[in-house]
């Protein structure tokens, strides 16, 4: 009987992982049925996406590719389309100019030239010392690092990614981003209310009516945190136990909350103004 336990927590953790990886629960139709977006090659804004090195025994078996072939690893996760509706977004809803979506590696001197990077998967990240100091020259200079999509109750990647920043930013503490904060007030006014979970694909069951009920991952709770610098200018945002890349994603699917979509185009958006602004 303790066998059979032990396997079956095993295969539990393992289906906990491939959902992690290659995601679960409903299968969305509409996505991506709609024409590609087109955007200027120069413009103010773009969306810059990290390159990183990440850690070979946290791929344990899976791996990631993108869907369209040309990468693997885990900065590719929900890449191409998160980045293009995020950015078609930033078009619609701001007079932003805003260009093509492009990724970098942390130690491609071109990363210079712009003032916002997102990284996901942020958990499973091993970056090599090349890497941390030209994250850490790319924020003391006044860049802004988005992460996301990286998850607990497991300790081990909230570890991973504190270890990783302390060696970045050495001193400087993680905190939690308080409901007055000016990044959340830049341009929409997020409130206390708006702290909640944004689910993945993964996180979505078919309810009654074909309507989507969002299951959080048991043990979590979303957490909105962030590193400032010397002048109290945060530098890194951090959205722990919940995914604003998925939202992202599957804006153009009916399936996905629409409300949902909503409150990461509030959060990402807040960002960048932020951002291009402090």
Known sequence: ???CALIAALLLLAGFGLAQRFG???????HDEAPAATFPTGA????????????P??????GFSSRNGNASGWWPVDWPDSDEHFSSGVQRLTRVDTGDPRHFRFTDDRLLNFPWVYATQVGWWRLDNAEVLRLR??????????????????PEQWENFRSTMQRVLP????????????????????EE?????????RHLRMGPGGTAVVQQPFGTAPAWRAIYDDQNRMVVAINYNTDIGDAWEYADSPQYPAQMTA????YGINYLIYAMTH
């Open 193 to 201: 209310k708006d702290r909640t979970f944004i689910p993945g694909t």
């Open 171 to 190: 001193g400087r503490p993680i905190s939690d981003i308080a409901t007055g904060d000016a990044v959340m007030h830049v341009l929409y006014d997020i």
């Open 263 to 266: 409150l990461a185009y509030r």
């Open 57 to 62: 025994e946290y791929h344990r078996g899976f």
């Open 1 to 3: 009987m303790r066998l």
């Open 137 to 154: 020259e790319y924020l003391t200079r006044g860049g802004f690092l988005v992460v996301d999509d990286f998850w607990g109750p497991n």
């Open 44 to 55: 103010e804004f773009h969306f810059i996406r990290a390159e990183y090195t990440d850690a």
């Open 24 to 30: 679960g629960g409903l299968r969305f139709s509409g």
